[in-house]
């Protein structure tokens, strides 16, 4: 974090000034030595290698469109900075305390019907994927069993507003909140301790600066302690992916964090929806099994486009999981929650005095990060805002309500679907 009223000095070419290339070759060769390679380093590819040594699972899958089956040996690192951003300290510390805010407004939404489903409505006229999943949440409530708890992981993503470029004033603005397959949780921690490293070599004065990342630790203990909440040792832990799944360090990090928890009958299985079809059932009790496996734990890494539903067997597949007592992260209510129409109410007065009745601190928070959101038929039909788009268009983002990170359109191509 940077003091808010200074200027910082941290650039990319005072590092690359402050940096001992010799040193850092001599590091890179020494673990080269140790680990019985030989390898000879330039410029940069010495970061690079000393990085994905010290710190490996920080890669994803890496497919080309011939790609028709998964090739685990194409990988490719994470975009990661080779140090870390500066970021004003007082909004750094201002979305640390509305998180909570945020929590609250989440978990009122989820067990909320008439409201989900009052926000909801126009969406379930003209989405059929999310009229499905509507229609699915309401088909479960009715069964006579449920599961034990229910369990969400929230990652919430902001941007900073520049307010005076003479000042370098800025303000936090709320862009999105994910409730469903949020990712790079483990990742984030293996940057940061890349960033340590780098500043202790590089400008260790500015270590104490460096915020605590517990994003990796606070996934690892929501998702044990839901496992242990469901009291069978035996029973397994399903990781839900896509096909065809990219992100796979990210998600193995997190099965080896689970695994340091040292209980050795805790099992851990990478599914897809089509293994799913194959393997799993449920017993009249609303037990789910994979193969011979009772399941504790569905941990959803899919499920949140309509791509991973590209038969009726899937369908069938995820209804029965969301049918039964396993435990969910999440369950299909607080995905239905993570819909962006719920972040576009939060400009209504009315709607955050439902979600925060006596608390008003919570109103005036959120209403303090809300960036200005706009329907599509308000593009459309208000000729005002349509200039304002067809005027400045780098100024716009048009997203859909799906979770995703798709689908999403700017700049100039925003004249054209306007």
Same mark, same amino acid.
């Given at each position: 974090?940077?003091?808010?009223?200074?200027?910082?000095k941290?650039?990319?070419?005072?590092?690359?000034?402050?940096l001992?290339?010799?040193?850092?070759?001599?590091e890179c060769q020494?673990?080269a030595?140790?680990?019985?390679?030989?390898?000879?380093?330039?410029?940069?590819?010495l970061?690079l290698?000393?990085f994905?040594?010290l710190?490996?699972?920080?890669?994803?899958?890496?497919?080309?469109?011939e790609?028709?089956?998964?090739?685990?040996?194409?990988?490719?690192?994470?975009?990661?900075?080779?140090?870390?951003?500066p970021?004003?300290?007082?909004e750094y510390?201002?979305?640390?305390?509305?998180?909570y805010?945020?929590?609250?407004?989440?978990q009122?939404?989820?067990?909320?019907?008439d409201?989900m489903?009052?926000?909801?409505?126009?969406?379930?006229?003209?989405?059929?994927?999310?009229?499905r999943?509507?229609n699915?949440?309401?088909?479960i409530?009715?069964l006579?069993?449920?599961?034990?708890?229910?369990?969400?992981?929230i990652?919430?993503d902001?941007m900073?507003?520049?307010l005076?470029?003479f000042?370098?004033?800025?303000?936090?603005?709320l862009?999105?909140?994910n409730?469903i397959?949020?990712?790079l949780?483990?990742?984030?921690k293996?940057i940061?301790?890349?960033?340590?490293?780098?500043?202790?070599?590089i400008?260790?004065?500015?270590?104490?600066?460096?915020p605590?990342?517990?994003?990796?630790?606070l996934?690892?203990?929501?998702?044990?302690?839901?496992?242990?909440i469901y009291?069978?040792s035996?029973?397994?832990?399903?990781?839900?992916i896509?096909e065809n799944?990219?992100?796979?360090?990210d998600?193995?990090?997190?099965?080896?964090?689970?695994?340091?928890y040292g209980n050795s009958?805790l099992?851990i299985k990478?599914?897809?929806?089509f293994?799913?079809?194959?393997?799993?059932?449920?017993?009249? $009790?609303g =037990?789910?099994? #994979?193969? !011979?496996f009772?399941?504790?734990?569905?941990?959803y890494?899919? +499920?949140?486009d309509p791509?991973?539903?590209?038969?009726?067997?899937?369908?069938?597949?995820?209804?029965?999981?969301?049918?039964?007592?396993?435990?969910k992260c999440?369950?299909?209510?607080y995905?239905?929650?993570?819909?962006?129409?719920f972040?576009?109410?939060?400009?209504?007065?009315?709607?955050?005095?439902?979600?925060?009745?006596?608390?008003? $601190?919570? =109103?005036?928070d #959120?209403? !303090?990060?809300?960036?200005?959101?706009?329907?599509i038929?308000q +593009?459309?039909n208000?000729?005002?805002?349509?200039?304002?788009i067809?005027?400045?268009?780098?100024?716009?983002?048009?997203?859909?309500?799906?979770?995703?990170?798709?689908?999403?359109?700017?700049?100039e191509?925003?004249?054209e679907?306007i």
């Amino acid at each position: 974090m940077v003091d808010n009223d200074k200027t910082s000095k941290f650039t990319l070419e005072n590092i690359i000034h402050n940096l001992d290339q010799n040193e850092l070759n001599s590091e890179c060769q020494a673990w080269a030595l140790v680990h019985g390679k030989s390898i000879d380093f330039e410029y940069l590819s010495l970061i690079l290698f000393l990085f994905f040594n010290l710190f490996p699972g920080f890669v994803q899958r890496c497919f080309t469109q011939e790609d028709n089956t998964q090739n685990d040996s194409n990988v490719v690192p994470y975009p990661f900075t080779i140090y870390p951003s500066p970021f004003p300290c007082n909004e750094y510390e201002k979305a640390c305390q509305i998180q909570y805010g945020i929590n609250i407004f989440v978990q009122h939404l989820a067990f909320d019907t008439d409201l989900m489903d009052s926000i909801l409505k126009n969406l379930v006229e003209c989405d059929p994927f999310i009229r499905r999943l509507r229609n699915i949440y309401h088909q479960i409530q009715q069964l006579p069993y449920k599961s034990s708890i229910e369990t969400c992981i929230i990652r919430t993503d902001y941007m900073l507003q520049q307010l005076n470029t003479f000042s370098e004033k800025t303000k936090l603005r709320l862009i999105e909140l994910n409730t469903i397959a949020v990712g790079l949780g483990a990742a984030a921690k293996l940057i940061q301790e890349w960033h340590k490293r780098f500043l202790k070599r590089i400008q260790p004065e500015l270590l104490s600066k460096l915020p605590k990342n517990e994003s990796y630790d606070l996934i690892i203990d929501t998702l044990f302690e839901s496992w242990k909440i469901y009291n069978n040792s035996r029973a397994i832990i399903l990781f839900v992916i896509p096909e065809n799944e990219f992100n796979i360090g990210d998600q193995m990090l997190i099965e080896k964090g689970l695994l340091s928890y040292g209980n050795s009958s805790l099992l851990i299985k990478h599914v897809t929806f089509f293994d799913i079809c194959r393997y799993g059932f449920l017993d009249s $009790k609303g =037990i789910l099994y #994979f193969g !011979d496996f009772e399941v504790a734990l569905i941990y959803y890494r899919s +499920a949140y486009d309509p791509k991973h539903f590209y038969h009726e067997d899937i369908w069938q597949a995820y209804i029965m999981l969301e049918s039964s007592r396993a435990i969910k992260c999440p369950s299909l209510r607080y995905h239905l929650a993570g819909m962006k129409c719920f972040q576009l109410a939060l400009i209504e007065k009315n709607f955050l005095e439902k979600i925060f009745q006596g608390h008003e $601190k919570y =109103i005036d928070d #959120f209403r !303090d990060i809300i960036e200005e959101m706009f329907t599509i038929d308000q +593009a459309i039909n208000d000729p005002i805002l349509q200039q304002r788009i067809l005027d400045k268009p780098k100024s716009f983002y048009l997203k859909q309500s799906r979770e995703g990170g798709t689908y999403s359109t700017r700049k100039e191509s925003m004249k054209e679907c306007i």
